[in-house]
């Protein structure tokens, strides 16, 4: 079985260097009817986000990493950092997105996990003075099938 897990809420005012804001990234069939929940293990195939720069200095890469907890200190991955950042084919220049981030990793939940089912997004910018706001991010997912 496959999927992804998406974010309900749009962080705003992320600045440059500003690991401060975290995205929640969870099953949200509103946000994205093909969205489906997180299993308890599974294999995290790669992250795609679409920012939206809203002032300052347009960002040419984007570093992230995901943790079980809010806080950030329960990690999942590493940081990924220097990830280029493309603009839109069909937006001005002041839209731009990122089209996949690899992860390649097999998790199990640990049991000190804030909220079943969910991950927390952390992200940031290359420019100190650069602010913008995470439109979409997906966190795609994928399960041995049994025969």
Known sequence: ?????VNDNSPTNIVGYDLAKKVLLHEDSAQDVYSRALPN??????LDLQLIQTAGTLH?????????????N?????????????????TSTSTFALAAIALDVWITRPEG???????????????AAGRYTVAKARLHWATRETV
């Not at 040419?60 to 950030?72: A, K, N, P, Q, R």
């Not at 329960?74 to 069909?90: A, Y």
């Open 1 to 5: 079985m496959q999927g992804f897990i």
């Open 41 to 46: 293990s599974c294999y995290l195939s790669h």
């Open 74 to 90: 329960d990690p999942i991955t590493s940081e990924s950092v220097g990830n280029p950042v493309v603009t839109g084919l069909t």
């Open 113 to 127: 996990q804030t909220t079943a089912g969910k991950v927390y997004l952390h992200v940031r910018g290359d420019k």
């Open 60 to 72: 040419e890469h984007v570093s992230c990493f995901l943790t079980w907890d809010e806080d950030g």
